[in-house]
T-cell receptor
Framework: DGGITQSPKYLFRKEGQNVTLSCEQN?????MYWYRQDPGQGLRLIYY???????QKGDIAEGYSVSREKKESFPLTVTSAQKNPTAFYLC????????????FGDGTRLSIL | GDSVTQMEGPVTLSEEAFLTINCTYT??????LFWYVQYPGEGLQLLLK?????DKGSNKGFEATYRKETTSFHLEKGSVQVSDSAVYFC????????????????FGQGTILTVHP
């Protein structure tokens, strides 16, 4: 079945560590996105990529980095510069265009030890 | 900037009750509008969408009509079930200055719905 796979489902980070969240899609979508979800705040866009080897900052990119070396993969690194990383992280993809819906993975919950 | 405002929750209903979750928006131009649903511990699933004024999106008994004059996209269902218990997000995708869209979604804060037997 086609879809988006995020791993791991739960992730723990020690203070001062960088951690990388995986997102893989086999939907052949050009565009991919990373969102952060905090209780009562909806989703906020961290980074997005419309095509391989290109990506742009979203609304809350500070303390995060991404790469898009392959069409199917869009990993997110939460760096030690992100002072409040505990959250639920969601990856999404779409075929692009103004009306195409975004398809979401099941998310990764990151917690600080 | 673009924004979406949803009615505050949580919303608690009995099975077979009528559901309305209000959503209003502010955006430049003519946005596309979406409702997503999130079940516990999962990602978001697209529930329905509308891309122009007066369009009605519908799926699984849920409906929402794109009202440009009131900038609203309220979600309704005539008879809710326990299995509808979830968090519901209203979202929009607006056009950028060039008249095209890069696909960014702006979300409301979400409304928690709990349905009791």
């Amino acid at each position: 079945d086609g879809g988006i796979t995020q791993s791991p489902k739960y992730l723990f980070r020690k203070e001062g560590q960088n951690v990388t969240l995986s997102c893989e899609q086999n939907l052949n979508h050009d565009a991919m996105y990373w969102y952060r979800q905090d209780p009562g705040q909806g989703l906020r866009l961290i980074y997005y990529s419309q095509i391989v080897n290109d990506f742009q900052k979203g609304d809350i990119a500070e303390g995060y980095s991404v790469s898009r070396e392959k069409k199917e993969s869009f990993p997110l690194t939460v760096t030690s510069a992100q002072k409040n990383p505990t959250a639920f992280y969601l990856c999404a993809s779409s075929i692009g265009g103004p009306v195409a819906p975004q398809h979401f993975g099941d998310g990764t919950r990151l917690s600080i030890l | 900037g673009d924004s979406v405002t949803q009615m505050e929750g949580p919303v608690t209903l009995s099975e077979e009750a009528f559901l309305t979750i209000n959503c209003t928006y502010t955006a430049t131009g003519y946005p596309s509008l979406f409702w997503y649903v999130q079940y516990p511990g999962e990602g978001l699933q697209l529930l329905l969408k509308a891309t122009k004024a007066d369009d009605k999106g519908s799926n699984k008994g849920f409906e929402a009509t794109y009202r440009k004059e009131t900038t609203s996209f309220h979600l309704e269902k005539g008879s809710v079930q326990v299995s509808d218990s979830a968090v519901y997000f209203c979202a929009l995708r607006a056009l950028n200055a060039g008249g095209t869209s890069y696909g960014k979604l702006t979300f409301g804060q979400g409304t928690i719905l709990t349905v009791h037997p």
